[in-house]
């Protein structure tokens, strides 16, 4: 054999020697290299396993069963975890016992290192796993699963006298007694026991007493639907949203707090203003055949003992009594300000306090009338007082009530009123405010040349000016809601009866044919808020009704065909869970009605309708009808058309929408969406081009599904208010804007440069955009004139996507509030080039998710320019080494800031 041919020979017997040699010699060597790599991919599974387990909670917290696959990837993540976390700490640990504390023995490192790399071979195989684990469906399927704990906000203290602070730790003893499950707090109306639940539900939630902490208002007439959504709210069952039925949603939360039972979870529901039983199976709480709650507590109000005990089986119940002498000076004060300590005034706060009978409605009803009066005012008001001193408790009160009712003067006077009386004939402790604009407009409480944002702004006002002067609550549990007390309701039916009668029936009048006639024919409003009626009369004679409500789940009730003959007068009419399916219907000649709303109803036949030509209202929220016919379109006065939520809505006929010349708002969400192509010839369906013949449209929320429904000289200038789906956008975010855009974009599609387009991104303040892949890098590069309104800007999987800002001199975001990137795989930057002064001053959150690209989300120097900067959330972001990076800036303090899960931040 030659040299020549020996060589390649040995050289290939010399590499096959030398390679597991170097292989064997780099375990050693790079030890600390594969401690670093083992340490990522611990980090990166980690992340992994808490969205995952995060993802597992919602399901189970909206009873979903989880997949085994999951669990036995969450397991076996968990396992591998922590045999890493382990031998790096063991490789940690050998560290410091040889060489000086620098190294380990080679022995050691060459073990550690081959047990790395393996470790980090598994952990990297669990993290590609579980990228099939997106959403709810990826995860879990919708059969009943166990639940889990809710992520509850402590409440402030906001200060309790020291009366009512004895009976909240008394209350919560009983409650941390395993022997009573239910306990209750009884006193008179106006007493403060709403109050007292509020701040027990407060300190329940500081002290992590119970995993789940719901509340719900069940009033004089409850809504079973109501009190159903608000304890499913607090539990975060999100799927009672889909149950149409009261049983099936009873059914739904049932099987919730049994699983909260069986996973040894602590819940507590607090039932407020109870005026009789409750039963609780129709709620969907577990109880047995007396009515007694099984698995879990409740705390109740009721002004009656009796309810309590007998109807809901108290163990322990706390009567709340008065505010002492010297409370009530304290609560007295602090509404009327620092007059009290003035002459003359000063010597008539005991005389005033003294009125009140220690009731804090009464106290505050005082207070807000003295705040603003003059010492001859205060005397005035005292005197009239006196001549109710030898009445009875609930006489004093309507006397105290009638003091602030008869500041009302006017003709903005006579609206205010005119708004209570809507909200006593409205029947409930809560009133809708849109409903109440709907029936105000119906009834012609103003002007009838006020359009419906000018009649929504008058309302609000009058709202705002009933909850000074206390005759409307404030609702702790909905920012933007109200309430109305029994009290002032009682005091306003009696009031508001002596002129124009009305009727609010309660569960008792089992049959309205009870009440007297002479009764019946005199009044102008009535309601049937959730009673419990089997059926209606055949006819009510009712010839000045001007108002009919009726509120309903029992959806065998049927409406006879005679039933409004007499009311020539309706001008309101309100039906809901009603079936409506024979022809004619009962109130198709109705000629003076302008709202008529039909919620959850099913009707077959809508074309009547078209009848009413003085209808200014027309709702058929959550209703089940699958056509829109063409005689809809002779509704030449209609101002608002709600077909929200109508799923099985399919048809709209051509021009239907387009004859309604007067229309101002039209709502359409989770509703028809098969709007016709503009080239659609002859047209089978309704077209976007209607929209532009409604000279008056003001807010529009609808879907397009297929985006080539969209004229391109769509008219949207006027809009002021809107919510638009664009393409397949899966469903209604909650969002947090007046003017919101949501759009999925096909892979080809350049209708961001249609000059409607360009509009709406100009006016929008809230927007939502998937699918961007176009030639802009840049989000600010999509709009030509800026985004001067935008408050909340949300992108999510649109690979063109490089950064929001590109450089100075582009659009400037100086009312962004909250930015949120998602899956942008090219994203490097939020801004290309140095930021100018305001770009982002207003910005308060912050959050990337799986931007793979990107390696720091801003430098330090940027940090300047965020001053309301609260909170950074960065999520999956596997390049990023640094959240802020150091430059030469300096040092930058952000007061408001709250880091969640940033993998580094630095300040200098």
Known sequence: MSIDSAIPIAWDVLKSVVAPIKRQLGYVIYSKRHAQDLQKEVEELADEVERVHNLTEDARNNLRNVNRSVTGWHASAETALKEARDLLRDFQEASKTCCYEIL???????????????????????????REFEALNDISSSNPAPGNVAALTPAEDNGVFESRDSIIRDIMDALADDSNSVVGVYGMGGVGKSTLLADVKGRMVEK????????????????????????????????????????????????????????????????????????????????????????????????????????????????????????????????????????????????????????????????????DADFPGWKDVLRQIEMSTNKGISERINEMLQLSYNRFKGEEGKEVKSLLRLCVVYGVSKPSLENLVRY???????????????????????????????????????VDGFKIHDL???FVALVASRDDPLLVLKDNNKSVTELPNDKLKSCTAVCFPYVNMKELPK?????????????????????????????????????????????????QFLENLHTLCLDGCSLDNVAVIGELKGLHILSFVDSKIRRLPKEIGQLVELRLLDLNHCSQLKIIEPDVLGSLMKLEELYMENSFDRWDAVEQNPPTNAKLIELNNLKNLCTLHLSILNPSGLPEDLNVEKLIKYKIQIGDVTRWR??????????????????????????????????????????????????????????????????????????????????????????????EKICNDSISSKSFNALKVIQVESCNKMEVLFPLSLLRELPQLEEIRAIKCHLMREIVEVDDCGKVELHNLHLDKATVFVIV
């Open 488 to 490: 002032v309701r009682g």
């Open 208 to 371: 992590k007493s119970f995993d789940w902490v719901a509340k719900a208002d069940v009033s004089e007439n409850p809504d079973i639907k109501n009190i159903q959504g608000e304890i499913a709210d607090a539990l975060s069952l999100t799927e009672i949203k889909n149950k149409e039925t009261t049983s099936g949603r009873a059914e739904l939360l049932h099987k919730r707090l049994e699983n909260e039972e069986r996973e040894k979870k602590k819940v507590l529901i607090i039932l407020d203003n109870l005026w009789k039983g409750l039963d609780l199976k129709s709620v969907g709480i577990p109880c047995g055949h007396d009515n007694k709650v099984i698995g879990c507590k409740l705390l109740l109000t009721s002004r009656f003992q009796d309810v309590l005990r007998r109807e809901m089986g108290c163990d322990r119940d706390f009567h709340l009594e008065e505010l002492k002498d010297e409370e009530a000076k304290r609560l007295f004060k602090s509404t009327v300000g620092d007059k009290v300590h003035d002459d003359p005034f000063k010597s008539l706060v005991d005389e005033a306090i003294h009125k009140c009978a220690g009731l804090p409605f009464l106290i505050i009803a005082m207070a807000n009338i003295f705040r």
């Open 734 to 827: 909650s969002r947090k804007g007046s003017s919101i855009l949501e759009l999925k974009l096909y892979p080809i599609s350049n209708i961001l440069q249609d000059g409607f387009m360009q509009t709406f991104l100009g006016k929008t303040d809230d927007l939502f955009l998937d699918g961007l892949n176009g030639i802009e890098q840049s989000i600010c590069e999509l709009s030509q004139e800026g985004f001067p309104n935008l408050k909340h800007l949300h992108v999510e999987n649109s690979p063109s996507i490089h950064h929001v800002l590109q450089s100075q001199s582009y659009t400037k975001f100086r009312k962004l509030e909250s930015l949120l990137l998602k899956n942008l795989i090219n994203f």
């Open 104 to 130: 380990p023995d080679p022995k050691c490192r060459y073990q550690f290192s081959r047990k790395a790399k393996d470790k980090s071979e598994v952990i990297q195989q669990l993290t590609q796993e579980c």
């Open 539 to 587: 006819e009510l004679d009712c010839p000045e009704m001007q108002i009919f409500l009726l509120f309903t789940y029992n959806e065998s009730l049927k409406i006879p065909d005679s039933y409004f003959n007499s009311m020539k007068k309706l001008m309101v009419l309100h039906l809901s869970h009603v079936h409506l399916t024979h022809s004619p219907l009962p109130f």
């Open 440 to 478: 105000s407009v119906g009834s012609r409480l103003f002007r009838e040349d006020s359009n419906m944002e000018e009649v929504r702004d008058r309302m609000s006002s009058l709202v705002q000016t009933l909850k000074a002067s206390s005759l409307l609550l404030k609702d702790d549990e909905n």
